[in-house]
């Protein structure tokens, strides 16, 4: 029971003080997780785990250390407290290492923000074994050219504690499922193009029935037939809201104290300025119902807080922890974000596309990098070809690329469409001239 763990993390925090600690952080998390796999249809994997964890973290005269454990059982623990005490008087001091402010803490908090389904235990394991193989049998029947189908179903229970020596302790249980399928298909010049479509949530019954997620995966993977290269230029570029992750990450990774504090990041010193234009707005919002990022705290105490990060594309917070903060002379913000929202524009992405004279319709990227600190990027593309507001063929084999700093420039719309199986709300946006490379 979560109460149970809660005290032996007391009791843990306790025997850490007591072998020379001055402050000691204790995680203890549990989980269970079930992971069904179907394939050509025929059952190819059937897991189910429970994992227990433990993470000691001592702060001993500005040294500091982290230990990990799976055992449980105070007989062990004891040793292992003592000895992990013992180490961390050989490790080089470091004077910003401390457990953060208390005044920096949740205060107790009573909304129900439903990060868990009480139901989980009623989901029977032959209903997730149906479920898998009816996604395999939707996807199939949409066309006699799907070569293969992987299809899949999984679940998860978690609950975990943290007490932190100088006033923190809090708990959490939460809840996750998900599906989908992987589909290829063939291709009458000899490739097998493939995609996918898959769908969580943290409620059971608000996954997307069987039936959808076979079908959306086939015709994701049935549209690439017939895809080619077509020659390099510069095209004005739709991003699909699932594919935006990856451009995000351009912007979130040097938004990071670790970056700024070690000159990694493209975006040191430009807080208050111009980062993106006027279409980009990007909050981190905490407190959404049934969020997969979710939260009332991070993972270190701090308690969470709605915070604009890029305001009509001015960049206004960075994300800081507590040991970066200090070393940048920063209020600590959080090392980590919960769930990114955008300002959301009143177009779909269909009509989107309508609007579009000729452009590119990107739907996932292939490989690539990025760097912090030029905030060059180069990525691999899939995609369609967008004539007069039409779709007229699939592309692959492009790469885009470009600068980060000038790159945001170029969003002019964003769609009404946020992508809601992540903890990145991202819609699917619109850019102006994008360098691509093909022919």
Same mark, same amino acid.
């Given at each position: 029971?979560?109460?149970?763990?809660?005290?032996?993390?007391?009791?843990?925090?306790?025997?850490?003080?007591? %072998?020379?600690?001055?402050?000691?952080?204790?995680?203890?998390?549990?989980?269970?997780?079930?992971?069904?796999?179907?394939?050509?249809? /025929?059952?190819?994997?059937?897991?189910?785990?429970?994992?227990?964890? @433990?993470?000691?973290?001592?702060?001993?005269?500005?040294?500091?250390?982290?230990?990990?454990? %799976?055992?449980?059982?105070?007989?062990?623990?004891?040793?292992?407290?003592?000895?992990?005490?013992?180490?961390?008087?050989?490790?080089?001091?470091?004077?910003?290492?401390?457990?953060?402010?208390?005044?920096?803490?949740?205060?107790?908090?009573?909304?129900?923000?439903?990060?868990?389904?009480?139901?989980?235990?009623?989901?029977?394991?032959?209903? =997730?074994?149906?479920?898998?193989?009816?996604?395999?049998?939707?996807?199939?029947?949409?066309?006699?050219?799907?070569?293969?189908?992987?299809?899949?179903?999984?679940?998860?229970?978690?609950?975990?504690?943290?007490?932190?020596?100088?006033?923190?302790?809090?708990?959490?249980?939460?809840?996750?499922?998900?599906?989908?399928?992987?589909?290829?298909?063939?291709?009458?010049?000899?490739?097998?193009?493939?995609?996918?479509?898959?769908?969580?949530?943290?409620?059971?019954?608000?996954?997307?029935?069987?039936?959808?997620?076979?079908?959306?995966?086939?015709?994701?993977?049935?549209?690439?037939?017939?895809?080619? #290269?077509?020659?390099?230029?510069?095209?004005?570029?739709?991003?699909?809201?699932?594919?935006?992750?990856?451009?995000?990450?351009?912007?979130?990774?040097?938004?990071? +104290?670790?970056?700024?504090?070690?000159?990694?990041?493209?975006?040191?010193?430009? @807080?208050?300025? #111009?980062?993106?234009?006027?279409?980009?707005?990007?909050?981190?919002?905490?407190?959404?119902? #049934?969020?997969?990022?979710? =939260?009332?705290?991070?993972?270190?105490?701090?308690?969470?807080?709605?915070?604009?990060?890029?305001? /009509?594309?001015?960049?206004?917070?960075?994300?800081?922890?507590?040991?970066?903060?200090?070393?940048?002379?920063?209020?600590?913000?959080?090392?980590?974000?919960? %769930?990114?929202?955008?300002?959301?524009?009143?177009?779909?992405?269909?009509?989107?596309?309508?609007?579009?004279?000729?452009?590119?319709?990107?739907? +996932?990227?292939?490989?690539?990098?990025?760097?912090?600190?030029?905030?060059?990027?180069?990525?691999?593309?899939?995609?369609? @070809?967008?004539?007069?507001?039409?779709?007229?063929?699939?592309?692959?084999?492009?790469?885009?690329?470009?600068?980060?700093?000038?790159?945001?420039?170029?969003?002019?719309?964003? +769609?009404?469409?946020?992508?809601?199986?992540?903890?990145?709300?991202?819609?699917?946006?619109?850019?102006?001239?994008?360098?691509?490379?093909?022919?």
């Amino acid at each position: 029971m979560i109460e149970n763990k809660l005290a032996l993390a007391e009791w843990i925090s306790g025997c850490a003080l007591k %072998n020379g600690a001055d402050q000691a952080a204790v995680s203890i998390s549990e989980q269970r997780s079930v992971n069904i796999e179907f394939r050509d249809k /025929k059952t190819e994997q059937i897991s189910e785990s429970l994992q227990r964890s @433990l993470s000691l973290e001592i702060y001993a005269g500005q040294r500091y250390s982290v230990h990990s454990a %799976n055992d449980l059982r105070k007989e062990f623990l004891s040793g292992f407290v003592r000895n992990a005490a013992e180490m961390t008087a050989y490790l080089a001091r470091d004077e910003y290492r401390a457990l953060p402010d208390p005044e920096y803490y949740v205060q107790p908090y009573t909304a129900d923000l439903k990060f868990c389904d009480e139901t989980y235990n009623s989901v029977a394991m032959s209903r =997730r074994m149906e479920i898998a193989a009816e996604i395999e049998a939707a996807a199939r029947a949409q066309s006699g050219r799907i070569i293969s189908v992987s299809s899949g179903y999984s679940d998860s229970y978690s609950e975990s504690v943290r007490v932190q020596s100088n006033g923190f302790s809090a708990e959490v249980r939460g809840t996750g499922f998900s599906a989908g399928a992987e589909v290829t298909v063939s291709d009458p010049d000899g490739g097998r193009p493939e995609d996918w479509f898959s769908a969580g949530s943290r409620f059971y019954n608000e996954l997307p029935d069987t039936g959808t997620l076979g079908k959306k995966a086939a015709e994701r993977a049935l549209a690439k037939i017939g895809q080619k #290269k077509i020659a390099s230029g510069k095209y004005d570029m739709i991003l699909e809201n699932r594919a935006g992750l990856r451009l995000i990450s351009t912007l979130q990774g040097p938004m990071g +104290g670790g970056a700024l504090q070690q000159k990694s990041s493209f975006l040191e010193g430009m @807080l208050g300025r #111009k980062v993106a234009s006027e279409a980009l707005t990007m909050t981190d919002e905490p407190f959404i119902v #049934k969020g997969f990022g979710s =939260r009332f705290f991070d993972g270190e105490g701090l308690a969470a807080q709605k915070r604009v990060m890029i305001g /009509k594309g001015v960049l206004t917070n960075y994300y800081i922890d507590t040991y970066y903060g200090r070393k940048l002379g920063m209020t600590p913000t959080s090392g980590s974000g919960s %769930n990114t929202v955008f300002e959301y524009g009143s177009r779909s992405l269909e009509e989107m596309i309508r609007n579009l004279k000729r452009g590119i319709l990107v739907t +996932g990227f292939i490989g690539g990098n990025s760097n912090s600190t030029t905030g060059d990027f180069s990525f691999g593309i899939v995609g369609m @070809l967008i004539e007069n507001g039409v779709i007229v063929r699939p592309v692959n084999e492009m790469n885009i690329s470009g600068n980060a700093k000038e790159f945001w420039h170029r969003l002019t719309e964003t +769609g009404n469409d946020p992508y809601p199986y992540s903890a990145i709300l991202m819609p699917s946006m619109r850019f102006d001239s994008v360098s691509f490379s093909g022919i």
